[in-house]
């Protein structure tokens, strides 16, 4: 079993920055597919940016030039830092683990975290 338990969320202006952080124990590793969703009320769940097994990320086009990935080797640790954040980036931002869903089309998170709230005002 694998536990991912995020932190670093708040209310800020715009414009504002953040970071988030996601901590993963357990059953982790090295070479999990990671990856930052967040949700609006309202709206359905969207996908922020996923790392590959190398570590590598692809941002969501809101998300490319503002909003920044990291991991570290062993996948124990996850972040996104968020800069010139905008009222409708407002939303909780959840941080997925799976070993597959980065390699296999239709693959899910089988791993998710409770989330961290963002509020942009």
């Known amino acids: 079993h694998v536990q991912l338990v995020e932190s670093g969320g708040g209310s800020v202006q715009a414009g504002g920055s953040l970071r988030l952080s996601c901590v993963a124990s357990?059953?982790?590793?090295?070479?999990?597919?990671m990856g930052w969703f967040r949700q609006s009320p309202g709206k359905e769940r969207e996908e922020v940016v996923r790392?590959?097994?190398?570590?590598?990320?692809t941002y969501a086009d809101f998300a490319e030039g503002r909003f920044t990935a990291s991991t570290d080797n062993a996948r124990k640790f996850l972040y996104l830092q968020l800069n010139d954040l905008k009222p409708e980036d407002t939303a909780v931002y959840y941080c997925?683990?799976?070993?597959?869903?980065?390699?296999?089309?239709?693959?899910?998170?089988?791993?998710w975290g409770q989330g961290t709230q963002v509020t942009v005002s």
């Open positions: 997925a683990a799976d070993s597959l869903a980065c390699v296999v089309d239709g693959q899910p998170y089988n791993h």
């Open positions: 357990g059953n982790t590793y090295t070479r999990f597919c």
């Open positions: 790392l590959d097994q190398d570590g590598r990320a």
